[in-house]
């Protein structure tokens, strides 16, 4: 590379919980510069979580968040003509990316009414260890799982 890495820019923790992860997720959720339609999505998912479960939707969000979060990956790696799938650990920042990523696109998916609905729904889903974006997680360990033999290619 000829230019030295871009600055990451510092996110704001949102309003209600303080948290930056919530901005993150909510920069996630976002379409077309969209901020404040995507707090509104968030926020209403979270209380229809803490309906639908009695508990505080806040936590169980962020239950669902570590439940999706991989810990290995698999990276395409092209040796002596054939392309071997090569399992990695991911990093700490980009965890967090692929399990946000990774709700959001299985919540936009599913049937619904809403996006809220959607996305409580699958939050719910995958807090209790189930739905799309669980068994998105479950499949790229399978798959670093079998690739396990060609970890000595480490790229």
Request: hydrophobic share 40%.
């Amino acid at each position: 590379m000829r230019k030295a890495q871009a600055k990451k820019l510092p996110l704001a923790p949102d309003a209600r919980y303080n948290d930056k992860n919530v901005t993150r997720f909510v920069n996630n959720i976002m379409w077309q510069g969209k901020k404040s339609d995507a707090f509104t999505i968030f926020y209403d998912a979270i209380e229809k979580v803490a309906k639908q479960t009695n508990e505080d939707g806040y936590e169980i969000w962020k239950r669902a968040l570590s439940n999706v979060t991989p810990s290995v990956e698999v990276r395409s790696r092209r040796i002596g003509g054939a392309t071997f799938q090569i399992p990695s650990e991911v990093r700490a920042d980009r965890k967090i990316s692929l399990s946000m990523k990774w709700l959001i696109r299985y919540s936009r998916e599913r049937n619904g009414r809403s996006m809220a609905d959607k996305l409580a729904n699958e939050i719910v889903a995958a807090a209790k260890g189930e739905g799309g974006a669980f068994k998105k997680k479950e499949d790229t360990h399978r798959m670093a799982e079998a690739n396990k033999a060609f970890a000595h290619f480490k790229v």
